[in-house]
């Protein structure tokens, strides 16, 4: 009998391999099915994603084609502050950094146009201090020195005499001072007048 008992149980640890290997043979092939649906789920989330981005990408060429048909406008900070101290000084608030903006750039005519400048001009009215005093050296700076005939070796009074107007009126003197300067280039023309705004 014990050879009996032996062999039965050989035969149940067989069957008991078996089955165990069926088993995991199983577990195997969910386990392998399980990371397959993963695979396919990322792949698909993937897609999903790439095709988010697509929408979104074909959305901002959408809103770029749109944009260039309607030219913006582009108003910097310093210019708009500016239209805010001359149209609504109630809303308009001191700031440092647009003032030296506008400051920088109020000699170029292609940044600060005409009537910006003249919004310019009377903001610099209330100017005080420091900024006062550099934005006038630098406006004096730009303008070239008059010729004198002091220069010339030769100096000849009566030329000099018969060269002043008989008649000089504050307002035909000033006429003149600004009329005396046709050859001045945009900038010495913007410092010429930032020099008589400061100096008062």
Known sequence: MATEDVVKKSQKKDKKEK???KS???????LIKEKEEVTTSETNSKEEKKKKKEKKRKAREDEDAESNKKPKIYVPDGIQY????????NEWKFKKMSQVWCL?????ENV?????FKIM?????DMKGQARTKTLREAQDKIPPEPTDVDNDVFDAEAAL???????????????????????TPMIKRARAIVK???V
């Open 162 to 184: 018969n060269a002043v107007p008989i008649s000089t009126t504050p307002e035909t003197s000033s006429q003149q001072e600004d009329e005396g300067h046709e050859d001045d």
């Open 19 to 21: 089955k165990e290997k």
């Open 24 to 30: 995991s043979k199983k577990e195997k092939k969910e």
């Open 82 to 89: 500016l239209r805010t101290f001359h149209s609504d000084k």
């Open 197 to 199: 705004v400061l100096i």
């Open 112 to 116: 600060m146009k005409e009537d910006d």
């Open 104 to 108: 920088q750039h109020m000699y170029d």
């Open 121 to 125: 001009l009377d903001y610099m009215k």
